[in-house]
Every structure is written in structure tokens, then in C-alpha cells.
């Protein structure tokens, strides 16, 4: 799993970099409202919402655009109605895909991912037909000095996660679900520098891919990102280092 990894890393790198960040903050809003329409427009009351606001503040979101995404959602400003849909499919090499989309229009949305993938090689697939391969799973990427990865890593261990990966001075934390936010908070409280925390959808399995596969999966994961209505993407793609180095001086 290092190259799925370092993918994470590289990808968290670039988007805080990233010329769209424009695009990042729309779809950091449509989760934040779309968590206060299910779970109400307090913060300490719903733990969804709480994440979603968390995860814009990481991101560097203005603190008036998550306001006003919690009262669209909360339903004191008008909007479109989003319905959150997960769909799986096939990269190159087999490679499993799930995604997760906020939409307004499944027609659009399952055409726009359709003819993504086909363009790649890929294919959409039935409900069900990877998600199998996939645990639903917090995961913190901490910043961290080479030096101290493997200290970070221990205390990490210490405040309750399930398991730690450390690639070249990058951290990995999985947790469940339910101690996502407290592992987090016992990290920070440790004066660890927490770079993001989310829930997300970790393989069990990995898909070791060649350099040409490798290099098609790369550039599908980026087309599928830039969707307007697809909000993450998630693959058991183990990538080549040499190609991962590539991608990053590409930029």
C-alpha cells in the first residue's frame, strides 16, 4: 500500500497548491450543507456536520463560506437539493474504483463518470460489485519530520488508532469511524500538526499496477475528481514510485 500512500500525499500536496481551489471550496459546501440538512445546523450536535466543517477548515476555507453553507443546508437560503449517491467501477488493470458523488441529477452525474472512465479504458459496475474490498475508516495525515515519523507513529498508536503507515516522513492513521475525532484531538493535543482527518473508504486489498497502467489510473482519478458533482474518489491502485515521482514533477 506504500504507492497508495504516497498518492494521498502527493494529491494533499498539490491541492494546497491547486490553481481550482475555487472548485475544492464548492464542493467543501455542498457536504457541509448537505450534513446540516440530515443532521441539523449544530456543530457540537452533529458529528457529520463536524467533520465536514473541520474538513474545510483544513483546507483553508473562509470561515463566511462555511456559515453560509450551513444555513443553505439548514434551509435559511436557497439552493438546489442534493442527494448523495456512491458509485463503483474499473480502472486499468482491474482496479477497483469507488466514488462519491452530491447530486442534483443522477442522469447527468452517471453520465459524466460513465464516459470518464470509458475514456480511460475503464467501466462503470453494478452496486456492490467492489465496495466488498472497501472498510469504511477514519484516516489522519499528519506532518511530520523524517526524523520524528516514527515517534509521531507510536503516539498515534498510544491514542487509540487501529494502525499507522509512515512513507518518507509522511504519517497514514486509520481509525474507526467512531474514534476518528478523538484520535485526532489526542494527537493535536500532543502538539502533533494534523494536516487532515476524514472519513473514508480504505481497501483491504491492494492492486499492484504496471508503469503504463499506472499512469492511465493516475489521469482517471484526476478526470473523476474534477466532476463538479463527485465529491472523493477512492481506489485500491498501489502505484510504482517512479511514476508517483513523475506525476508530482508534472504538478
Known amino acids: 500500500m506504500a504507492g497508495h500512500s504516497k498518492w494521498k500525499q502527493i494529491k494533499h500536496q498539490k491541492g494546497a497548491t491547486d490553481a481550482k481551489r475555487g472548485q475544492l471550496f464548492t464542493k467543501l459546501a455542498r457536504e457541509i450543507a448537505v450534513a446540516a440538512r440530515e443532521g441539523g445546523p449544530s456543530i ?22 462555511v456559515e453560509r453553507a450551513i444555513k443553505r443546508g439548514a434551509g435559511g437560503e436557497g439552493g438546489e437539493v442534493l442527494e448523495e449517491v456512491m458509485y463503483e467501477g474499473y480502472g486499468p488493470g482491474g482496479v477497483a474504483l469507488m466514488l462519491s458523488a ?20 475503464g467501466s462503470l459496475g453494478e452496486s456492490g460489485c467492489v ?51 478523538r484520535v485526532r484531538k489526542a494527537l493535536e493535543d500532543q502538539g502533533v500538526k494534523v494536516a487532515s482527518a476524514e472519513l473514508s473508504m ?25 466532476l463538479d458533482d463527485v465529491s472523493k474518489v477512492y481506489s485500491n491502485a498501489d502505484f510504482p514510485d517512479a511514476v508517483l515521482e513523475q506525476y508530482q514533477r508534472a504538478g
Open 102 to 121: 452530491l447530486t442534483s441529477n443522477r442522469k447527468r452525474t452517471v453520465g459524466e463518470i460513465r464516459a470518464a472512465l470509458t475514456r480511460a479504458g
Open 131 to 181: 465496495a466488498w474490498n472497501f472498510d469504511a475508516k477514519g484516516v489522519i495525515a499528519l506532518e511530520s519530520d523524517k526524523e520524528k515519523a516514527e515517534d509521531v507513529a507510536l503516539l498515534a498508536i498510544d491514542a487509540g488508532a487501529d494502525d499507522v503507515k509512515v512513507d518518507d516522513g509522511f504519517v497514514e492513521v486509520y481509525t474507526s469511524s467512531a474514534n476518528l475525532e
Open 44 to 65: 457540537e450536535g452533529n458529528y457529520r456536520l463536524r467533520l465536514a466543517v473541520q474538513k474545510a477548515r483544513d483546507s483553508n476555507m473562509p470561515t463566511e463560506n
Open 202 to 226: 480504505v481497501p483491504k486489498a491492494s492492486v499492484t499496477v504496471n508503469a503504463k497502467e499506472a499512469e492511465q489510473t493516475l489521469r482517471l482519478l484526476d478526470s473523476l475528481e474534477e
